[in-house]
């Protein structure tokens, strides 16, 4: 839906009618506003609907019946009520089975609460105030607008984290995306199954000198297979480095005083090796050289020279193949820094000729392609003012393009900002400032209120769908009839995830571009998997990857509604299978000799070669688990080995 006027209906005074106190009870509403005296009826609201948990007391109780396809809003957010903490939830399937269907806690201003919902002709939904935080009474208000195209709505799920949630993504390469939460000596991941739900594994650590007190980065920096972890605290930067099959985590602390704001894994020099980024509060910013061997060197300088940098984020914004840097700032000096990437070791601000170097005062930005044109736009967001940036990028210049996109009318601030397609349209939406911002396709944006806040986002149970860790609770994605594609990258010359690559899809919709990152925002890390909303359509006609190391796959024709797994290299097509982890190739780049093992050993196992265009080029069998690939030309090739009975395969390169 583009341009769209909004029919809004209220009423014209406030109805003094108290709500009953049982859901059997509910006083029946429509449109207009509502006082309720007090909240203390005797059922409390249970399922929980909105965040913050349990520990209400009293409930009381609305129903409300659509008389048409609409949408509603409920909301306490009225200057009437400014002072009170209110939290309600909304549900379906009646009294005798109630369903989560919207809700909220403190999304409208100050601790006031809002949500807006799609309802449909005929249904019933009762809507339920409790006293998580106040007995207090309060006014409330009802309005209905035309349906929202592709809403999207969040179930609430308890889920058993232990410490502070921080991270969703794949720790273990099986290509799900798991709930990572870390405290001072341990790291408690919930490993998603295929066939749905978690289990739960943790890991102590040695203490760590830094806890992940203000964010949390995960890659995986010696190339073994498993996610390593990066936390930036108040105080230094420590490293949490995964063993060989990711049962334990050795501690790696640096004593350089740093005031870690956000972190991320990337490959600066783009030598294959990802490196370590923290923006450092008050003084320039820090980075940590990955030598090859996953030992990484201290450094200082070169990325902004000044305090105040509260969030970056790795994007190459011209489009030329390598990862820029830019960092929104706040504080001591607000002025936003975008670092252009030379190709040659060395970058350039150049945020002063492209309209960034103001003082904004922001924590964090969020780059997508919002009109799929090929290039990354960026709305730099406000943390501390009402005034928010959307920079359309014109080819490597930008153009301000906030007035008319919907940021112009959005009030709220958050630290947090970030971009995904949430409701699988095929249009990049935005998370932040209390709502979440739809997209339309042209740089315009339909907003809308969701009970989640900002968190890590990914598919928690591999629908296609994204969802959002808040603590403990992940709000599942009710999906709605939207195809989709999920790509997931190997590096084999790049670094192992694929970290900086660009995946473009192209599809019936048009064209499509994500860059892999880690690290997003402000605080949180997010699923490494590139995600598409692929809308209606029902094929995918070509996916192109381009590799940090200048290598390009193409992929014609892939199935959707799943994951496609893309080894660096292997533009035929063919992919990795389920258990790569089970095979190990090194060195790589290989010379002469090529070693290949598996869980239980390769010994004398017969393998086979194949060339990046899939020709057999090498048959014969190990000797002690060696290959001799002496006679092989430079470039990228496939080994297949039986393994168990499967049959694997994995990408490496000859120099």
Known sequence: MKHTTLLLLTSLGTFPLAAQNTCSTALPITVGTFAVT????????????ATNGAGATAGEWYSYTATADLNVTVSTSLPINAGIDTRFHVYTGGCAALACHAGDDDSGSGTLSTASFNVTT????????????????????VSETIPVQNAVTFLPQALPTNGTTMCVVDMNGDHL??????????????????????????????PADNTASWSLAAGDF?????????????????????????????????????????????????????DGFVCHDVDANVYYLNDGTGNLVYNQGGFGPTCGNYGSIWVDYDSDGDVDIFVAKC????????????????????????????????????????????????????SSSNVHKLMRNNGGTFVNVTIGSGFDLLGGQSIEWTTHDFNNDGWLDILGGGALMLGNGDLTFQQVTITPTNGPIGDLNNDGFLDIMNSATAFVNDGNDNHYLKVFTVGTVSNLNGIGAEVEVTSALGTQ????????????????????????????????????????????????????????????????????????????????????????????????????????????????GQLDVSGLNSGMYLLEVKHQGELLRRAFSKE
């Open 38 to 49: 007090a909240v203390n009826g005797t059922q409390v609201p249970l399922p929980i609907c």
């Open 122 to 141: 005929g249904t019933t939904y009762l809507i339920a105030f409790d006293n998580r935080w106040s007995s207090a009474g309060f006014t409330f208000q």
């Open 177 to 206: 995306d798991d709930v990572v939460s870390t405290s001072t000596s341990l790291i408690h991941i919930l490993k998603q199954q295929a066939l749905g739900g978690f289990v739960a594994q943790s890991i102590t650590t040695t």
């Open 222 to 274: 010696d190339n073994n297979g498993f996610n390593d972890l990066l936390y930036g605290g108040g105080g230094g930067v420590t490293f949490m480095k995964a063993n060989v099959d990711g049962t334990a985590f050795t501690e790696v602390s640096y004593p350089q005083y740093v005031f870690s704001q956000r972190s991320n894994f990337v490959d600066i020099n783009n030598d294959g090796n990802l």
């Open 331 to 382: 504080g001591c000096d607000p002025v936003d820094i975008l670092y252009q990437n030379n190709g040659n070791g060395t970058f350039t601000n150049v945020a002063p000729a492209l309209g960034f170097a103001d003082s904004h005062q922001s924590w964090s930005s969020a780059w997508g392609d919002y009109d799929n044109d090929g290039d990354m736009d960026v709305l730099v967001g406000s």
């Open 513 to 624: 571009i994500r860059q892999v990152r880690s690290g997003d925002g402000f605080r949180y890390m997010s699923s490494m998997t590139a995600h598409f909303g692929l809308g209606a359509d029902t094929q995918v006609d070509q996916v192109i990857i381009r590799w940090p190391s200048g290598i390009v796959d193409i992929i014609d024709q892939p199935s959707i509604d799943g994951t496609l797994v893309v080894e660096e290299g292997l533009f035929t097509g063919v992919t990795e299978t389920p258990s790569t982890n089970d095979l190990a190739l090194y060195p790589v780049p290989a010379t002469d000799v090529l070693y290949v093992s598996t869980t239980s050993g390769s010994g004398n196992s017969a393998v086979r070669v194949l060339d990046a265009t899939g020709k057999l080029v090498l048959q014969r069998s190990l000797v002690n």
